[in-house]
């Protein structure tokens, strides 16, 4: 199978060219390090930088002021940005990155593909009987404090999204992609894309999500946790629909039904982390999403 025709180094520098480097470099050092997270978000309160470099990051549309917001106006948000977004623009999008390595342009894609059949509802009103503060149809948490934009940012240029299911991330995500100009993918692109459906393909029956992962490594420019957020995204979007267990593409997954991943070490999300080899690729998926890309794969 044909492998991406730049080099990684082209690619890194294309997708810096589209933003501030700076700016992304302050947004980074904010929640990374050689080790890894600086401070886990989820546990800590957010850590800022400098006063002087966020407000430069913040400038440039990298970093943002943390923002108080109720769960009924983010489930309002996640409605009016995927009425403008277009299925079109997110799959060019996905596609290009594959060639430039814009991961936060890539993100759309998974976002895009649980906002479009986001349901109106009341959070106050669907509230988990074994969580009454977590709303069992979107999984908002009913919570004081401020909301910070900034690691979903970072997630998002980082590995192309982690929680593309999450209503706050989706949001983000979508709001900022509707501000980007986003070009037709190129001939080589398309190649890429399919070469990576060849290879999930051409999985052996018994094949797992990590095997996937493996299979399209050198395929194009990306690391591990880059191939293995582009195949959620792929699961999010029904390309890759393991049986009985259905993607995002036809309806939003409530967060009460969505199930464990099989198995206590897996770590992969819903659904892809029940996918195996023998549920191949779903075509019915791929022609809507990548209409222009060949049948030959």
Same mark, same amino acid.
């Given at each position: 199978m044909p492998r991406a025709a730049k080099s990684k180094s082209i690619q890194a520098s294309a997708a810096k060219a589209a933003h501030d480097p700076l700016a992304l470099k302050i947004l980074y050092d904010t929640y990374w390090s050689q080790k890894g997270w600086k401070l886990h978000p989820w546990n800590a309160p957010p850590p800022m930088p400098a006063s002087s470099d966020f407000e430069y990051a913040k400038s440039r549309g990298i970093m943002f002021s943390h923002f108080a917001e109720t769960r009924s106006e983010t489930v309002s948000r996640?409605?009016?940005v995927a009425e403008r977004t277009s299925i079109q623009s997110v799959a060019d999008a996905f596609i290009s990155s594959l060639e430039t390595r814009r991961?936060?342009?890539?993100?759309?894609?998974?976002?895009?593909?649980?906002?479009?059949h986001f349901p109106a509802h009341a959070c106050s009103e669907n509230s988990r009987r074994d969580a009454p503060h977590i709303c069992s149809v979107c999984g908002l948490a009913d919570v004081d404090g401020l909301h910070d934009r900034n690691v979903l940012n970072f997630e998002r240029?980082?590995? $192309?999204?982690? &929680?593309h299911t999450d209503a706050e991330y989706i949001a983000h995500d979508l709001e900022l992609f509707c501000s980007e100009d986003v070009i037709a993918p190129s001939p080589n692109a398309m190649q890429i894309l399919r070469s990576v459906l060849g290879a999930i393909a051409s999985a052996r029956a018994n094949a797992k999500p990590a095997d996937l992962e493996?299979?399209?490594?050198?395929?194009?420019?990306s690391?591990?946790?880059e191939r293995r957020v582009l195949l959620e995204i792929f699961g999010i979007c029904g390309?890759?629909?393991?049986?009985?267990?259905?993607?995002y593409r036809k309806r939003f997954i409530p967060d009460h039904a969505v199930p464990n991943p099989p198995g206590s070490k897996n770590d992969w999300a819903y659904p892809v982390a029940?996918?195996?080899?023998?549920? $191949?690729?779903? &075509?019915?998926?791929?022609r809507e999403w990548f209409p222009a890309l060949s049948e030959k794969m």
């Open positions: 996640v409605r009016r991961l936060e342009l890539r993100s759309a894609l998974g976002s895009f593909a649980a906002a479009r240029f980082k590995w $192309g999204g982690v &929680r493996r299979a399209i490594a050198g395929l194009f420019p690391n591990q946790s390309v890759l629909e393991p049986k009985g267990k259905p993607s029940w996918w195996r080899g023998s549920d $191949g690729v779903n &075509r019915a998926a791929v």
